[in-house]
C-alpha cells in the first residue's frame, strides 16, 4: 500500500534533522511512524552540494557543528557508526594586518601561550576563566541543552544552591560583549572572543542581549567545540534517515500540505492538496511556527492566548551572505609566519581588527545598509576533510552578515552580489595572497534571496527560524506541546533553538513518549536530577 494512503501511530512533517532524530526515536520505541516533507531533498540546513564544480563539495547551509558526536541523540542512535565528526585540533583563528594571528585550539598550554603574545594578563585571565567554563558547560549548559527546561523560578533555585551555579547565573545576568570587554585588555583577544561566542561568526547573536542560556561561557571552554561532519554536512542527514529506515520508519517527500485536521479539538492527520487525508494519532511539526500554526491549522482554532504568542515570536532581522569557492590551494595567511597553526584554525575571523570595525558592521545591518567594511567568517574545509574537494584540490567559503533587502542605490541585485563577492576577495587577499583570481576555480553565491526560497522556513532569511533573544530561550521558548491536543511543535523555535542541535528533536521524542505511555528505550536527559547533581564543591 502506498505510504499516503494508510494510518499511522505518528506524521512528523518535515524531514530536517529535528525531524529525523524525533522520527528515529519514535520509530525504534515501536511506534509506526510517516516522516512528510515538501520537498524532494531532505535534511534541511544539513545540505552539501557540487554547488561550483563536480568533485566539489560545499554545505551551504550549515557547516560547524557544535559537539554533535557527544550529543545524547548521537549516542543513543549509534550514529558514530554511520557518520563520522572530524575535530579539528585549532578552532578559532583571526589573522591581523600588522602580521600577527591568534589561534585558540582544544590544548589548554598552547592557547594559553598564544594569547600571552598579545596579553599575559587576558592569559592568565583565560587560564582562570578556563578552569570554570570548562566545569559549568559539563555541568550545566550542556545538561541544559538537551533536558526540557525548567520554570525560572525553579531554575534559579537549583542554580542558587551551589557556587557553580550562582557563578553561572551571575554570567547570564550580563551582555557578553560586557563580560569580554571586562576580562580582556588585547583588542585582539577581545575581537576573537566576541567570535567565538557568537553563532557562526555572525557576531551580533548573543553578544548583545542578555539572555539565560549564558553561551559566553562557552568561550572559555577548550573541551567542548566546533567539529565537521566528513564528507559534508548531508552526512549527518544520510545517516539519520538511514537510522530511521532501518528502524521501521516511512518516509515520503515532495508532500504538499493542505492543513493540519483538527477534529473535536484534537490534531488527527493531515489533509493533502489533492483532497487525500492521512490519519495519526498524534501530528508533530517541525515547520516555522507561522506555516504551523496560521496556515495548516489556522487562527480561528487557536485560543487567543496563543494567538499573541504567535502574533509576538520574532526572527532574527539578519540574514547570511555566502560566497562558496573551489580552489586550487586552500587559503594560506601571511600571518602564518608568526603562527603557523592559522592556516588549519577550523573557523576564521576575516577583515575586522577592532570591536569598532564591528559596531560598524552592527549599526550597517540595523540601518539595512551593505556593511561598508567586508568582514567575515570563513575556514579551510578541505584542508581539514580532504573528502570535500578533488584530491589535490580545496573548497572554502565566506559568511557575511547582510539585511535582507539592502538599500542598493538603484542597482540590481544580481549587480550586487557578483560586486560583493569581488570585494569579499580582495579582503581575503590581504590577508592570504594567494586569494588570487588565479587560484579560484569557481565561486557560487548564496543568499538570503536563495535560501529562503529553497527552505521557506527560514521566514526573511532567518538561517534561526527565530530570534536567540532573552524572550525565546530556555523557559520562554515556544514550547513542545501545542493548545490542540496531540499537535506538537518539534522545531527549531523549541528550546535549544535554530542551528544544528537536534535538541528539539531529542527532547520532544522523549515528551511524545511519555504522554503516549511508551516503554522509553532510552534514558532522556532531566535538566532537574542534573541541576541536583551539580558538586558543592567550588
Not at 565537521?228 to 528502524?247: H, P, V
Not at 561598508?372 to 552578515?401: E, I, N
Request: aromatic content about 10%.
Amino acid at each position: 500500500m502506498h505510504a499516503l494512503e494508510r494510518n499511522y501511530d505518528g506524521i512528523i512533517i518535515g524531514a530536517g534533522h529535528h525531524g529525523l532524530v524525533l522520527g528515529a526515536y519514535l520509530a525504534k520505541a515501536g511506534l509506526d511512524i510517516l516522516v512528510v516533507e515538501r520537498r524532494l531533498d531532505y535534511g534541511g540546513g544539513l545540505s552539501t552540494k557540487e554547488a561550483t564544480e563536480p568533485g566539489f563539495y560545499h554545505n551551504l547551509h550549515s557547516i560547524n557543528h557544535f559537539h554533535i558526536s557527544e550529543t545524547p541523540w548521537f549516542k543513543d542512535l549509534g550514529l558514530g557508526e554511520r557518520v563520522t565528526y572530524i575535530t579539528p585540533r585549532y578552532e578559532f583563528g583571526q589573522a591581523h594586518s600588522d602580521g600577527t594571528a591568534l589561534v585558540l585550539g582544544r590544548d589548554l598550554e598552547e592557547t594559553v601561550a598564544n594569547i600571552a603574545r598579545f596579553s599575559k594578563k587576558d592569559a592568565a585571565t583565560f587560564r582562570e576563566w578556563n578552569r570554570k567554563g570548562e566545569r559549568i558547560t559539563a555541568n550545566i549548559f550542556l545538561p541544559e541543552r538537551y533536558s526540557e527546561p525548567l520554570p525560572q523560578t525553579e531554575r534559579e533555585a537549583l542554580l542558587s544552591r551551589t557556587m557553580l551555579g550562582r557563578e553561572f547565573l551571575a554570567v547570564t545576568k550580563r551582555q557578553p560583549l560586557d563580560v569580554v570587554q571586562e576580562l580582556f585588555e588585547n583588542e585582539h583577544v577581545r575581537l576573537l572572543f566576541l567570535f567565538k561566542v557568537s553563532l557562526f561568526g555572525t557576531w551580533l547573536v548573543d553578544t548583545l542581549s542578555i539572555s539565560p542560556m549564558g553561551s559566553v561561557i562557552r568561550a572559555f571552554d577548550l573541551e567542548t567545540g566546533y567539529q565537521l561532519c566528513q564528507g559534508g554536512s548531508f552526512n549527518l542527514a544520510r545517516g539519520l534517515m538511514e537510522t530511521f529506515i532501518a528502524a521501521g520508519g516511512h518516509y515520503q517527500p515532495q508532500v504538499t500540505i493542505d492543513r493540519i485536521l483538527i477534529e473535536g479539538g484534537q490534531a488527527a492527520g493531515i489533509a493533502l492538496v489533492d483532497g487525500r487525508t492521512v490519519r495519526a494519532k498524534f501530528i508533530a511539526s517541525t515547520l516555522d511556527v507561522h506555516q504551523t500554526f496560521e496556515q495548516l491549522v489556522g487562527r480561528g482554532q487557536l485560543p487567543e492566548p496563543f494567538r499573541r504568542k504567535l502574533d509576538g515570536f520574532r526572527y532574527t532581522p539578519w540574514t547570511i551572505y555566502g560566497l562558496h569557492l573551489a580552489l586550487h590551494e586552500s587559503p594560506r595567511f601571511a600571518a602564518a609566519s608568526f603562527d603557523p597553526n592559522i592556516d588549519r584554525a577550523l573557523k576564521w575571523s576575516i577583515g575586522a581588527e577592532t570591536m569598532e570595525d564591528l559596531f560598524a558592521a552592527h549599526r550597517d545591518v540595523q540601518a539595512g545598509r551593505v556593511p561598508k567594511l567586508v568582514q567575515f567568517g570563513s575556514g579551510p574545509l578541505s584542508l581539514l576533510d580532504p573528502t570535500q574537494a578533488p584530491p589535490g584540490k580545496h573548497t572554502t567559503y565566506a559568511w557575511h552578515v547582510m539585511p535582507l533587502n539592502p538599500d542598493l542605490g538603484g542597482r540590481r541585485y544580481d549587480e550586487f552580489q557578483e560586486e560583493f563577492a569581488d570585494k569579499i576577495i580582495e579582503t581575503w587577499a590581504r590577508y592570504c595572497p594567494n586569494m588570487t583570481r588565479r587560484n579560484i576555480i569557481a565561486r557560487h553565491i548564496y543568499t538570503a534571496r536563495d535560501y529562503a526560497c529553497e527552505l521557506i522556513n527560514m521566514r526573511s532569511g532567518d538561517i534561526f527560524m527565530g530570534a536567540f533573544n532573552a524572550d525565546q530561550v530556555m523557559y520562554n521558548h515556544f514550547g513542545y506541546r501545542s493548545p490542540i491536543a496531540n499537535l506538537y511543535n518539534a522545531g527549531s523555535a523549541g528550546h535549544p533553538g535554530g542551528a544544528i542541535s537536534g535538541g528539539a528533536g531529542y527532547i520532544t521524542a522523549g515528551i511524545i513518549g511519555r504522554d503516549l505511555g511508551l516503554k522509553l528505550w532510552w534514558k532522556p536527559w532531566d535538566a532537574r536530577a542534573m541541576l541536583e547533581a551539580v558538586p558543592q564543591a567550588a
